[in-house]
């Protein structure tokens, strides 16, 4: 069964930037999909990122677009998210997930993932 071990997380002035990286036990296959999910107190999971097909397709969510990018690298089996422009409302616990089925099917919808990592915190202050 495959482990997913997040890192990267930390607390961060609005405007700031932080890398998250999501270390897979295994090679991350074409056919499955990777995300980065976010989760506050109180509120459902939210998806955020995902990336399948190698890399080559990626999803994002309306309020990440522009400031956030998801990406892997295959060598390592490891999926990035890189984070610029914080704002205090992305403070969450960000969590990586794999898919249990091939591709994306179903994102921003967490249903089809069923592998999640320990998550990280993130905290963006004003």
């Known amino acids: 069964q495959v482990r997913l071990v997040e890192s990267g997380g930390g607390s961060v002035q609005a405007g700031g930037s932080l890398r998250l990286a999501c270390a897979a036990s295994?090679?991350?296959?074409?056919?499955?999909?990777m995300g980065w999910f976010r989760q506050t107190p109180g509120k459902e999971r939210e998806g955020v990122a995902a990336i399948s097909l190698g890399g080559s397709r990626t999803y994002s969510a309306d309020s990440v677009k522009g400031r956030f990018t998801i990406s892997q690298d295959n060598a390592k089996n490891t999926v990035f998210l890189q984070m610029n422009s914080l704002k205090p409302e992305d403070t969450a616990m960000y969590f990586c997930a794999r898919s249990t089925f091939p591709s994306c099917v179903g994102w921003p919808r967490d249903s089809n993932f069923g592998y999640w990592g320990q998550g990280t915190q993130v905290t963006v202050s004003s």
């Open positions: 295994e090679y991350i296959s074409r056919t499955h999909c």
